[in-house]
Protein backbone atom coordinates (compact mmCIF):
# COMPACT_ATOMS: atom_id res chain seq x y z
CA UNK A 1 0.00 0.00 0.00
CA UNK A 2 1.27 3.29 -1.15
CA UNK A 3 1.99 5.65 2.08
CA UNK A 4 -0.16 8.90 1.83
CA UNK A 5 0.01 12.23 4.15
CA UNK A 6 -2.94 13.93 3.59
CA UNK A 7 -2.23 18.07 4.28
CA UNK A 8 -5.12 19.85 5.00
CA UNK A 9 -4.62 23.72 4.53
CA UNK A 10 -6.53 26.96 4.30
CA UNK A 11 -7.30 30.31 6.21
CA UNK A 12 -7.36 30.69 9.75
CA UNK A 13 -10.31 30.51 11.79
CA UNK A 14 -11.61 28.13 8.41
CA UNK A 15 -12.20 25.41 10.67
CA UNK A 16 -8.46 22.98 10.01
CA UNK A 17 -8.00 21.37 13.42
CA UNK A 18 -11.29 19.85 13.77
CA UNK A 19 -11.60 18.58 10.20
CA UNK A 20 -7.78 17.06 10.83
CA UNK A 21 -8.97 15.58 13.97
CA UNK A 22 -12.09 13.85 12.36
CA UNK A 23 -9.97 12.75 9.74
CA UNK A 24 -7.06 11.21 12.04
CA UNK A 25 -9.11 9.55 13.61
CA UNK A 26 -10.79 7.63 10.80
CA UNK A 27 -7.68 7.01 9.63
CA UNK A 28 -6.40 5.88 13.38
CA UNK A 29 -3.28 8.18 12.61
CA UNK A 30 -1.41 10.91 13.68
CA UNK A 31 -1.09 14.52 13.14
CA UNK A 32 1.83 17.04 12.17
CA UNK A 33 1.07 20.70 12.60
CA UNK A 34 2.77 23.03 10.02
CA UNK A 35 2.23 26.38 11.92
CA UNK A 36 5.01 28.53 12.19
CA UNK A 37 4.16 29.85 15.72
CA UNK A 38 2.27 26.80 17.37
CA UNK A 39 5.51 25.04 17.94
CA UNK A 40 6.58 27.47 20.47
CA UNK A 41 6.12 26.57 24.06
CA UNK A 42 5.69 30.18 25.10
CA UNK A 43 2.88 31.21 22.89
CA UNK A 44 -0.61 29.84 23.55
CA UNK A 45 -3.98 31.67 22.90
CA UNK A 46 -2.67 34.07 19.97
CA UNK A 47 -1.85 31.42 17.71
CA UNK A 48 -4.85 29.17 17.94
CA UNK A 49 -3.28 26.26 19.51
CA UNK A 50 -5.36 23.70 20.19
CA UNK A 51 -6.75 22.81 23.66
CA UNK A 52 -5.41 20.15 25.62
CA UNK A 53 -8.98 18.62 25.39
CA UNK A 54 -8.13 18.26 21.19
CA UNK A 55 -4.55 17.69 21.36
CA UNK A 56 -5.80 14.50 23.95
CA UNK A 57 -7.91 13.19 20.78
CA UNK A 58 -5.06 12.58 18.32
CA UNK A 59 -1.45 12.61 19.34
CA UNK A 60 -0.04 16.04 17.91
CA UNK A 61 3.89 16.98 16.70
CA UNK A 62 5.42 20.31 16.58
CA UNK A 63 3.12 21.30 18.56
CA UNK A 64 4.92 22.67 21.70
CA UNK A 65 8.14 21.16 20.54
CA UNK A 66 10.20 24.49 20.78
CA UNK A 67 11.31 27.76 22.34
CA UNK A 68 10.98 30.97 21.37
CA UNK A 69 14.84 31.13 21.90
CA UNK A 70 15.25 28.09 19.31
CA UNK A 71 15.70 29.12 15.81
CA UNK A 72 12.95 27.97 13.47
CA UNK A 73 12.20 28.15 9.86
CA UNK A 74 10.63 26.43 6.65
CA UNK A 75 14.23 24.45 6.21
CA UNK A 76 14.32 23.37 9.64
CA UNK A 77 10.60 22.21 9.04
CA UNK A 78 11.46 20.12 6.55
CA UNK A 79 13.89 18.19 8.19
CA UNK A 80 11.65 18.32 11.42
CA UNK A 81 8.37 16.39 9.36
CA UNK A 82 10.21 14.37 6.83
CA UNK A 83 11.85 12.75 9.67
CA UNK A 84 8.44 12.70 11.88
CA UNK A 85 6.86 10.95 8.86
CA UNK A 86 9.34 8.32 8.15
CA UNK A 87 8.76 7.26 11.69
CA UNK A 88 5.00 7.37 11.88
CA UNK A 89 4.66 5.21 8.44
CA UNK A 90 6.57 2.34 10.49
CA UNK A 91 3.00 1.58 12.41
CA UNK A 92 0.26 3.69 9.56
CA UNK A 93 -0.03 4.07 6.46
CA UNK A 94 -1.00 7.92 6.01
CA UNK A 95 -0.60 10.57 8.23
CA UNK A 96 -2.60 14.12 8.44
CA UNK A 97 -0.51 17.00 8.40
CA UNK A 98 -2.58 20.55 9.02
CA UNK A 99 -1.99 24.16 8.97
CA UNK A 100 -1.66 27.80 7.50
CA UNK A 101 1.63 28.12 6.94
CA UNK A 102 2.37 27.84 3.33
CA UNK A 103 5.97 27.97 3.17
CA UNK A 104 6.20 25.35 5.80
CA UNK A 105 4.08 23.33 3.54
CA UNK A 106 5.40 24.02 0.44
CA UNK A 107 9.10 22.61 2.14
CA UNK A 108 7.75 19.70 3.12
CA UNK A 109 6.40 18.70 -0.37
CA UNK A 110 8.96 20.29 -2.57
CA UNK A 111 12.08 20.64 -0.63
CA UNK A 112 13.93 24.20 0.31
CA UNK A 113 17.18 25.18 -0.96
CA UNK A 114 19.99 25.68 1.24
CA UNK A 115 20.31 29.01 2.77
CA UNK A 116 23.10 30.69 5.09
CA UNK A 117 22.76 30.64 8.80
CA UNK A 118 21.96 34.26 10.13
CA UNK A 119 23.86 35.18 12.97
CA UNK A 120 20.78 35.90 15.69
CA UNK A 121 22.17 39.40 16.74
CA UNK A 122 21.30 40.49 13.05
CA UNK A 123 18.07 38.75 13.35
CA UNK A 124 17.29 40.48 16.64
CA UNK A 125 18.21 43.55 15.46
CA UNK A 126 15.65 43.38 12.40
CA UNK A 127 12.81 42.73 14.73
CA UNK A 128 13.67 45.34 16.87
CA UNK A 129 13.77 47.99 14.16
CA UNK A 130 10.18 46.41 12.72
CA UNK A 131 8.85 46.48 16.09
CA UNK A 132 9.82 50.34 16.84
CA UNK A 133 9.67 51.50 12.53
CA UNK A 134 6.65 49.59 11.75
CA UNK A 135 5.35 47.96 8.69
CA UNK A 136 6.06 50.92 6.20
CA UNK A 137 9.93 51.22 7.17
CA UNK A 138 10.00 47.75 6.56
CA UNK A 139 8.47 47.56 3.26
CA UNK A 140 10.83 51.03 2.26
CA UNK A 141 13.91 48.99 3.99
CA UNK A 142 13.19 45.63 1.46
CA UNK A 143 12.69 47.96 -1.57
CA UNK A 144 15.29 50.20 -1.48
CA UNK A 145 18.01 47.50 -0.07
CA UNK A 146 16.55 44.28 -2.14
CA UNK A 147 14.63 45.26 -5.26
CA UNK A 148 15.05 42.15 -7.23
CA UNK A 149 13.19 40.39 -4.00
CA UNK A 150 10.53 43.20 -3.54
CA UNK A 151 9.32 42.71 -7.17
CA UNK A 152 8.12 39.51 -6.14
CA UNK A 153 7.42 39.52 -2.25
CA UNK A 154 4.43 39.44 -0.54
CA UNK A 155 4.39 42.61 0.42
CA UNK A 156 1.92 42.92 3.43
CA UNK A 157 4.04 39.82 4.98
CA UNK A 158 6.10 41.18 7.27
CA UNK A 159 7.98 37.80 8.53
CA UNK A 160 9.30 37.35 4.73
CA UNK A 161 10.15 40.85 4.52
CA UNK A 162 12.19 40.72 7.75
CA UNK A 163 13.55 37.09 6.47
CA UNK A 164 14.66 39.19 2.93
CA UNK A 165 16.06 42.22 5.24
CA UNK A 166 18.33 39.41 7.34
CA UNK A 167 19.69 37.53 4.81
CA UNK A 168 21.04 40.86 2.88
CA UNK A 169 22.21 42.39 5.62
CA UNK A 170 24.17 38.87 6.55
CA UNK A 171 25.16 37.76 3.10
CA UNK A 172 25.50 41.83 0.79
CA UNK A 173 22.96 39.31 -1.67
CA UNK A 174 19.25 39.27 -2.37
CA UNK A 175 17.61 36.31 -0.92
CA UNK A 176 16.44 35.15 -4.49
CA UNK A 177 20.32 34.23 -5.18
CA UNK A 178 19.47 31.01 -2.91
CA UNK A 179 16.11 29.98 -4.65
CA UNK A 180 16.69 27.21 -6.94
CA UNK A 181 13.71 25.97 -7.40
CA UNK A 182 13.87 22.26 -7.48
CA UNK A 183 11.46 20.63 -6.54
CA UNK A 184 12.21 17.50 -4.45
CA UNK A 185 10.67 14.16 -5.35
CA UNK A 186 9.16 12.50 -2.26
CA UNK A 187 8.61 8.34 -2.10
CA UNK A 188 5.12 8.73 -0.32
CA UNK A 189 1.98 10.34 -2.08
CA UNK A 190 0.73 13.85 -0.56
CA UNK A 191 -3.14 14.54 -0.92
CA UNK A 192 -3.64 18.27 -0.67
CA UNK A 193 -7.20 19.44 0.52
CA UNK A 194 -7.96 23.23 0.82
CA UNK A 195 -10.79 24.24 3.48
CA UNK A 196 -12.67 27.90 2.42
CA UNK A 197 -15.67 29.60 3.33
CA UNK A 198 -17.50 32.53 1.98
CA UNK A 199 -15.30 35.69 2.52
CA UNK A 200 -17.96 37.38 4.59
CA UNK A 201 -18.42 33.88 7.12
CA UNK A 202 -14.70 33.58 7.43
CA UNK A 203 -14.44 37.13 8.73
CA UNK A 204 -17.32 36.26 10.99
CA UNK A 205 -15.60 33.34 12.79
CA UNK A 206 -12.63 35.84 12.82
CA UNK A 207 -14.15 38.55 14.65
CA UNK A 208 -15.44 35.46 17.16
CA UNK A 209 -12.26 34.19 17.52
CA UNK A 210 -10.17 37.43 18.44
CA UNK A 211 -13.51 38.21 20.94
CA UNK A 212 -13.04 34.63 22.41
CA UNK A 213 -9.21 34.88 22.70
CA UNK A 214 -9.55 38.16 24.54
CA UNK A 215 -12.55 36.76 27.14
CA UNK A 216 -10.15 33.26 27.73
CA UNK A 217 -7.22 35.86 28.88
CA UNK A 218 -5.38 36.95 25.94
CA UNK A 219 -4.17 40.43 27.31
CA UNK A 220 -2.42 38.34 30.36
CA UNK A 221 -1.19 36.02 28.11
CA UNK A 222 0.14 39.26 26.00
CA UNK A 223 1.52 40.51 29.12
CA UNK A 224 3.74 37.70 29.88
CA UNK A 225 5.54 37.86 26.82
CA UNK A 226 6.14 41.65 26.81
CA UNK A 227 9.66 41.17 27.63
CA UNK A 228 10.04 38.58 24.73
CA UNK A 229 8.84 41.63 22.58
CA UNK A 230 11.81 41.65 19.79
CA UNK A 231 12.34 37.89 19.15
CA UNK A 232 10.86 37.17 15.82
CA UNK A 233 7.96 34.85 16.95
CA UNK A 234 6.24 37.32 18.80
CA UNK A 235 6.51 39.11 15.43
CA UNK A 236 2.63 37.72 15.24
CA UNK A 237 -0.66 39.57 15.16
CA UNK A 238 -2.58 39.48 18.46
CA UNK A 239 0.83 40.09 20.54
CA UNK A 240 2.06 43.53 18.40
CA UNK A 241 -1.14 44.91 18.63
CA UNK A 242 -1.29 44.37 22.86
CA UNK A 243 2.51 45.94 22.84
CA UNK A 244 1.47 48.60 20.99
CA UNK A 245 -1.86 49.21 23.68
CA UNK A 246 0.83 48.28 26.80
CA UNK A 247 3.09 51.01 25.34
CA UNK A 248 0.20 53.81 25.25
CA UNK A 249 -0.11 53.97 21.33
CA UNK A 250 -3.85 52.31 21.47
CA UNK A 251 -6.74 52.06 23.63
CA UNK A 252 -7.53 48.86 24.60
CA UNK A 253 -11.10 48.77 22.04
CA UNK A 254 -8.70 50.07 19.21
CA UNK A 255 -6.20 47.24 19.69
CA UNK A 256 -8.67 44.56 19.87
CA UNK A 257 -10.38 45.80 16.69
CA UNK A 258 -6.91 45.63 15.15
CA UNK A 259 -6.30 42.17 15.92
CA UNK A 260 -9.30 41.54 13.70
CA UNK A 261 -8.66 43.32 11.09
CA UNK A 262 -4.68 41.76 10.44
CA UNK A 263 -6.07 38.25 10.91
CA UNK A 264 -8.42 39.03 8.04
CA UNK A 265 -5.57 40.40 6.35
CA UNK A 266 -3.63 37.42 6.97
CA UNK A 267 -6.25 34.86 6.09
CA UNK A 268 -6.50 36.79 2.62
CA UNK A 269 -3.14 36.12 2.02
CA UNK A 270 -2.84 32.59 3.08
CA UNK A 271 -6.03 31.85 0.37
CA UNK A 272 -3.85 34.01 -2.17
CA UNK A 273 -1.17 31.68 -1.35
CA UNK A 274 -2.72 28.72 -1.40
CA UNK A 275 -5.25 29.27 -4.51
CA UNK A 276 -1.59 29.42 -6.37
CA UNK A 277 -1.44 25.61 -5.60
CA UNK A 278 -3.01 23.54 -8.69
CA UNK A 279 -2.40 20.56 -6.81
CA UNK A 280 -5.13 21.20 -3.91
CA UNK A 281 -8.32 19.69 -3.61
CA UNK A 282 -10.65 22.47 -2.13
CA UNK A 283 -13.72 21.78 0.00
CA UNK A 284 -16.74 24.06 1.52
CA UNK A 285 -15.84 23.80 5.43
CA UNK A 286 -19.17 23.53 6.60
CA UNK A 287 -20.09 20.32 5.03
CA UNK A 288 -16.77 18.58 3.98
CA UNK A 289 -16.62 14.70 5.20
CA UNK A 290 -13.87 12.40 5.82
CA UNK A 291 -15.58 10.00 3.29
CA UNK A 292 -14.93 12.55 0.43
CA UNK A 293 -11.25 13.29 1.26
CA UNK A 294 -10.38 9.79 1.22
CA UNK A 295 -12.06 9.74 -1.92
CA UNK A 296 -9.09 11.58 -3.48
CA UNK A 297 -6.76 9.30 -2.37
Request: aromatic content about 8%; hydrophobic content about 40%.
Amino acid sequence: MIKTVYIICGPTAVGKTNFAIALAQHLQTEIISADSRQCFSELGIAVAKPSEAELKMVPHHFIDSHSIEDEVNAGKFETYALEKVAALFKVHDAVVMVGGTGLYIKAFCEGMDAMPNIDASIRVKVAQEYASNGMKWLQDEVAKIDSVFWAQAEQENPQRLMRALEMFRATGISITNFRKSEKKQRDFKIVKIGLELPRELLNQRINLRVELMVAKGLLDEAKNLLVHRNHNALQTVGYQELFDHFDGKTELNQAIELIKQHTRQYAKRQMTWFKKDKDIIWFDARNVTVEEVKSEE
